[in-house]
């Protein structure tokens, strides 16, 4: 999953919501600075990544990418479902997605000077151009995976390019996220209690 999914996993805990962001730009043993709640999000992430990584639902969208694509189809995917998961925010959450942005932006800018060097340098983009708002059109979808082209990836690859996939096979990749989603929840929330002790 990407960004507003991670944070939506933990959205009833402010640290936890920071770690569990973090995840991605920590290697393993580098959350050994950070206290148990941000622990726990980075942790949680981590799971999270596995268990969307491994799941039916998930690897039939990965395999709705065209092969020339599909090495990066994970990605891809990922900020698919941020995209369906950002379109109808208000089913998933009981904050509107203008509002919950807004709360994790207050929120890594209070955070920002024990966030991770990658993730202190993508704040200013991702704040000025609202990445997390921009998920819900599949335009800024197809700006986020230009962007993951450009900053993220070894050499350039035109991720966005599978935009026109999204369009012409929307309800498949709906589909799929409606089926995985609850599940994930389900799954996010399982291992929190277990983390708790």
């Not at 981590?46 to 690897?59: E, G, N, S, V, W």
């Not at 900053?151 to 096979?169: F, H, T, W």
């Given at each position: 999953?990407?960004?507003?999914?991670?944070?939506?996993?933990?959205?009833?805990?402010?640290?936890?919501?920071?770690?569990?962001?973090?995840?991605?730009?920590?290697?393993?043993?580098?959350?050994?600075?950070?206290?148990?709640?941000?622990?726990?999000?980075?942790?949680?992430?981590?799971?999270?990544?596995?268990?969307?990584?491994?799941?039916?639902?998930?690897?039939?969208?990965?395999?709705?990418?065209?092969?020339?694509?599909?090495?990066?189809?994970?990605?891809?995917?990922?900020l698919f479902y941020d995209h369906f998961l950002a379109s109808n925010f208000e089913h998933h959450h009981?904050?509107?997605?203008?509002?919950?942005?807004?709360?994790?932006?207050?929120?890594?800018?209070?955070?920002?000077?024990?966030?991770?060097?990658?993730?202190?340098?993508?704040?200013?983009?991702?704040?000025?151009?609202?990445?997390?708002?921009?998920?819900?059109?599949?335009?800024?979808?197809?700006?986020?995976?230009?962007?993951?082209?450009?900053?993220?990836?070894?050499?350039?690859?035109?991720?966005?390019?599978?935009?026109?996939?999204?369009?012409?096979?929307?309800?498949?990749?709906?589909?799929?996220?409606?089926?995985?989603?609850?599940?994930?929840?389900?799954?996010?929330?399982?291992?929190?209690?277990?983390?708790?002790?």
């Amino acid at each position: 999953m990407n960004f507003l999914a991670h944070l939506l996993l933990s959205a009833h805990d402010e640290e936890e919501m920071v770690g569990n962001l973090m995840g991605d730009f920590l290697r393993a043993g580098e959350e050994s600075t950070y206290n148990d709640t941000f622990r726990r999000g980075i942790v949680l992430h981590r799971k999270i990544d596995a268990f969307t990584d491994a799941h039916p639902c998930f690897m039939q969208s990965r395999h709705r990418i065209a092969p020339e694509l599909r090495r990066y189809a994970g990605i891809i995917v990922d900020l698919f479902y941020d995209h369906f998961l950002a379109s109808n925010f208000e089913h998933h959450h009981d904050e509107t997605l203008e509002d919950f942005t807004n709360r994790v932006y207050k929120l890594l800018r209070h955070y920002e000077p024990i966030l991770p060097p990658r993730l202190q340098a993508i704040l200013p983009p991702l704040m000025a151009n609202n990445w997390l708002l921009a998920y819900r059109s599949i335009e800024g979808t197809r700006r986020a995976l230009d962007g993951i082209s450009r900053r993220r990836l070894r050499r350039y690859v035109k991720l966005d390019d599978s935009v026109a996939q999204l369009r012409d096979d929307y309800e498949g990749f709906g589909a799929d996220f409606e089926a995985f989603f609850p599940k994930l929840r389900e799954f996010a929330a399982e291992e929190r209690q277990k983390l708790l002790g």
